[in-house]
T-cell receptor, first 115, second 111 residues
Framework: NAGVTQTPKFRVLKTGQSMTLLCAQDMNHEYMYWYRQDPGMGLRLIHY???????AKGEVPDGYNVSRLKKQNFLLGLESAAPSQTSVYFC??????????????FGPGTRLTVL | GNSVTQMEGPVTLSEEAFLTINCTYTATGYPSLFWYVQYPGEGLQLLLKATKADDKGSNKGFEATYRKETTSFHLEKGSVQVSDSAVYFC??????????FGKGTKLTVNP
């Protein structure tokens, strides 16, 4: 199993450009998440999905869109990148385990710089 | 809503020193508690977890006990190594709530 993979690993954008980050998981997990990590802020949830075809907003959704057309993939889009979106982006997935909840599995991250 | 308060760092120790990183939480019900570790340049990895009160999670010499009476999940290791240098995140997951992280504690272990 590859676990959770993210593409690309690094990217530099100019302000106003668009891009899509791809997350893929091969564990048949129902839940998938996108986080951003900034110095001194920990991880903050951008958007998440509880199943194929469903998405929901997290803590910091503005400026981002997501899609979950296939269960194994979760895409994060930036339509018009801004310097404030310079960050490290992590994808995670989790199985539907009921109670108690189980761990989330994280990808290796995408380091995005917006100039 | 749920929240996690984690000891702020950075923490610098000498090799073989004792480590404690404090973590307390606020939550309704009975959440699951986690410690994740992030090594330089990498993603987060689960270090240990506990899913009910009085459970002790352990891995790689690290331990943490789920204390409901003090709403705490402190991370401890008796003898740290240089290879333990990383950022450690306490996290909480409960019911329909999303995973809630502490802000992370950077640990540096010097030889």
């Amino acid at each position: 199993n590859a676990g959770v993979t993210q593409t690309p690993k690094f990217r530099v954008l100019k302000t106003g450009q668009s891009m899509t980050l791809l997350c893929a998981q091969d564990m048949n997990h129902e839940y998938m998440y996108w986080y951003r990590q900034d110095p001194g802020m920990g991880l903050r949830l951008i958007h998440y999905s509880v199943g194929e075809g469903t998405t929901a907003k997290g803590e910091v959704p503005d400026g981002y869109n997501v899609s979950r057309l296939k269960k194994q993939n979760f895409l994060l889009g930036l339509e018009s990148a801004a310097p404030s979106q310079t960050s490290v982006y992590f994808c995670a997935s989790e199985t539907l385990s009921g109670s108690p909840r189980d761990e989330q599995f994280f990808g290796p991250g995408t380091r995005l710089t917006v100039l | 809503g749920n929240s996690v308060t984690q000891m702020e760092g950075p923490v610098t120790l000498s090799e073989e020193a004792f480590l404690t990183i404090n973590c307390t939480y606020t939550a309704t019900g009975y959440p699951s508690l986690f410690w994740y570790v992030q090594y330089p340049g990498e993603g987060l990895q689960l270090l240990l977890k506990a899913t009910k009160a009085d459970d002790k999670g352990s891995n790689k010499g690290f331990e943490a006990t789920y204390r409901k009476e003090t709403t705490s999940f402190h991370l401890e290791k008796g003898s740290v190594q240089v290879s333990d240098s990383a950022v450690y995140f306490c996290a909480l997951l409960g019911g329909s709530e999303k995973l809630v992280f502490g802000k992370g504690t950077k640990l540096t272990v010097n030889p």
